[in-house]
């Protein structure tokens, strides 16, 4: 009976079910392995966006760290540099009333010494001779207002010298940063 049922037909049938059941296997086999492949390759991929995610966050976190440090650099260069320039205005004024009391009192004691110096009167004892020669000796001479107003300008001067040099001591460079950790 059997063999009556296994003709040329049937043992065909066999054999293609035999060859299909083998593909259905071979396919469950493959569907299973790359299953596991995927769940790996999902892995892998959350773990690079979680890293990425984290990069993102240490430069940013970085970045503001660096903003932060400027601005704090910023405000104490300002804050030098605000209380140099009025240390130099405190001296220069300082030195500056200081020369010109000066001034007013070397004035008032010639004043007092030679009465009519100030009048352009000469001394009528005096030489013609000696006369020419001190009259080119002061002409050499600068004015007592030019020698109030050049020894103001020196004064000036060796002040913004003393700024420049006070100014430029102040460290105003960038710090560097550590660059982020990257996970």
Not at 68 to 97: G, H, P, Q, Y
Not at 127 to 146: K, M, N, Y
Request: glycine residues 6%.
């Amino acid at each position: 009976m059997i063999l009556r049922l296994l003709n040329i037909q049937g043992i065909a049938g066999i054999a293609v079910g035999l060859a299909l059941a083998a593909l259905v296997l071979v396919q469950k086999i493959e569907t299973r392995h790359w299953k596991k492949e995927s769940a790996g390759f999902e892995q892998l991929y959350r773990r690079e966006q979680a890293a990425f995610v984290a990069t993102v966050g240490n430069y940013r976190a970085a970045a503001e760290q660096a903003r932060a440090a400027d601005k704090a650099k910023a405000e104490r260069v300002a804050a030098e540099s605000r209380a140099i320039n009025e240390r130099t205005e405190d001296e220069f004024e300082r030195r500056l009333a200081a020369a010109r009391a000066d001034f007013d009192r070397l004035r008032s004691r010639r004043a007092q010494a030679d009465p009519g110096h100030g009048r352009g009167s000469t001394l009528s004892g005096m030489a013609a001779s000696a006369g020419r020669a001190a009259q080119a000796a002061s002409e050499d001479r600068l004015s007592r207002s030019d020698q109030l107003t050049a020894t103001e300008q020196a004064i000036q001067l060796d002040e913004l010298i003393n700024w420049v040099r006070r100014q430029a001591e102040v460290d105003n460079r960038p710090k560097a940063i550590a660059s982020p950790q990257v996970d």
